[in-house]
């Protein structure tokens, strides 16, 4: 199965997991062994608190303290660990460990590389990841928006339209030879910790996937495909998500780019905009409950029946009415579930826009690939574009009214029929190959109808046309 940009990233920041190690792990009073050699001394107060201790000096080197964490990919509560370097005087939390009882905590323990096999802290590994972690933290103690009062001491202020402060939170990943971090933006003390959510929905409509939390509700949102900066033509994907509990009150992000890099890197070159971009957005959100009474509406489980939500052509929630006034000639209709959820979305078979100076360059390149000295670059092109080899494919090579068409109208456009690599395809006087896939994944990848139309002008405007069946129907429509 092919692995999608968002299956990418929540394996990176969810599924991160012990690598598979062989070595025989016992305890024997309070002795750890590991492959039948003595490892460290492990203390248990309670269960939920354990110090563990130098074999020779009994010098305490971790205190742990074990809480319950709902994991969204297990959807099962865990107990995590949060491990208090005694020295460093420094806790380190982590998301992605279950610790049931003390085996599991040394095997944590040993593969983690907390502690090394002679007994040593591991140092270098620590004061890396505190030191990592305190310099991407921001603007502390500079709240920003309309402060108030809560009956929480762990948070005593919350922000509405703003928050106490953001930092990146650095996720640690182990492997056995190396260790990197996945970078996570918060804004702290947010009046909602769904902020995030309903700024990206405000600005980008309905989502694009979701990956649930604890009883089939809904947690971490995806929107893919983001142009988030008018001066860039980059493409984002962007995973929102918020925590609200006595512990902790934040909304957070997490955007990788299309080439599936860590936007939020201490490296990025974008990092400090996209900060920018998300403060500014909460800071500037409006009063609508539109999100939120959606939101919860897809939540709520008070019957099995399916209810059915209608988006428009952007995403945008309309009401049925407005759904059925739409002729369905011009449009397709693309259906799916969320939940206890029908969704119903417009999509028009017509769609008119202009492509971007880089992108339009790059598109010339592939119809040079494809077409080669037959691509006159100072003409009007129409694609008429194949999935697969059927028997529409067959019988526009058989138009004659077509190839009469396209040889009268040949000094003002010109007209080819290409296949994708699918078809399977042979190039021959009539047909040419997309042998490297790439105008369906640059247009197509997405559009499940086998003939899909392209009309492109010297100046990057574009036409694209789904679904229609009649090759010249689109030839007079697009002039």
Not at 53 to 78: A, D
Not at 220 to 229: D, T
Not at 313 to 330: H, M, R
Not at 360 to 386: A, R, S
Request: charge should be positive.
């Amino acid at each position: 199965m092919k692995t999608t940009i968002k299956q990418l990233l929540f394996s990176l920041i969810y599924l991160i997991s012990f690598n598979s190690y062989s070595q025989k792990i016992s305890i024997s009073g309070n002795t750890a062994f590991i492959n039948g050699k003595k490892y460290v001394k492990i203390n248990k107060k309670n269960n939920r608190n354990y110090t563990i201790n130098h074999l020779v000096s009994n010098k305490e080197l971790l205190k742990v303290e074990i809480t319950k964490s709902y994991n969204v990919y297990t959807k099962s509560t865990w107990r995590v660990p949060d491990v208090i370097f005694v020295d460093l005087k420094k806790k380190m939390s982590f998301e992605n460990v279950n610790i049931k009882n003390e085996t599991d905590l040394i095997k944590f323990i040993y593969e983690h590389k907390l502690i090394f096999l002679n007994g040593t802290i591991n140092d270098k590994m620590a004061i890396d990841f505190f030191t990592k972690r305190d310099s991407l933290a921001h603007n502390k103690g500079k709240g920003v928006g309309i402060r108030k009062k809560t009956s929480n001491p762990n948070q005593p202020y919350i922000y509405k339209n703003g928050y106490d402060n953001f930092e990146i939170k650095p996720i640690l990943k182990i492997t056995k030879t190396d260790s990197t971090y996945i970078n996570e933006l918060r804004f702290n003390a947010v009046h909602s910790a769904m902020y995030t959510q309903k700024l990206m929905y405000d600005k980008y409509g309905f989502w694009d996937k979701e990956i649930m939390h604890k009883k089939n509700r809904i947690g971490v949102l995806v929107w893919e495909k983001i142009k988030l900066f008018k001066s860039s033509p980059e493409l984002y994907t962007i995973a929102v998500d918020g925590v609200e509990s006595r512990k902790d009150m934040y909304a957070s992000v997490v955007v990788y780019d299309s080439k599936n890099k860590d936007c939020l890197a201490a490296n990025s070159t974008i990092k400090d905009s996209i900060i920018n971009y998300f403060s500014n957005g909460i800071q500037n959100l409006d009063d609508s409950l539109d999100f939120y009474q959606l939101y919860h509406k897809i939540n709520r489980r008070l019957t099995s029946e399916k209810e059915t939500i209608y988006l428009d052509n952007d995403n945008t929630k309309i009401t049925k009415y407005q759904f059925n006034s739409i002729d369905k000639n011009e449009i397709y209709i693309e259906s799916s579930t969320r939940g206890l959820l029908r969704i119903k979305k417009i999509n028009y078979k017509k769609n008119v826009g202009k492509l971007e100076h880089q992108k339009h360059e790059q598109v010339k390149q592939i119809l040079l690939k494809i077409l080669g000295q037959n691509f006159d670059l100072k003409k009007n092109i129409m694609i008429h574009f194949y999935k697969q080899n059927a028997s529409g494919l067959k019988k526009a090579t058989k138009n004659k009214k077509y190839w009469a068409w396209v040889e009268n109208n040949s000094e003002r456009i010109q007209s080819f029929l290409i296949a994708s690599k699918a078809s399977k395809t042979i190039k021959n006087k009539h047909v040419f190959v997309d042998s490297d896939d790439l105008l369906r994944k640059v247009f197509f990848a997405t559009i499940e109808f086998d003939i899909n139309h392209l009309y492109i002008k010297p100046n990057g405007d574009i036409i694209i046309f789904y679904g229609e069946d009649d090759i010249l129907k689109v030839l007079d429509t697009s002039i």
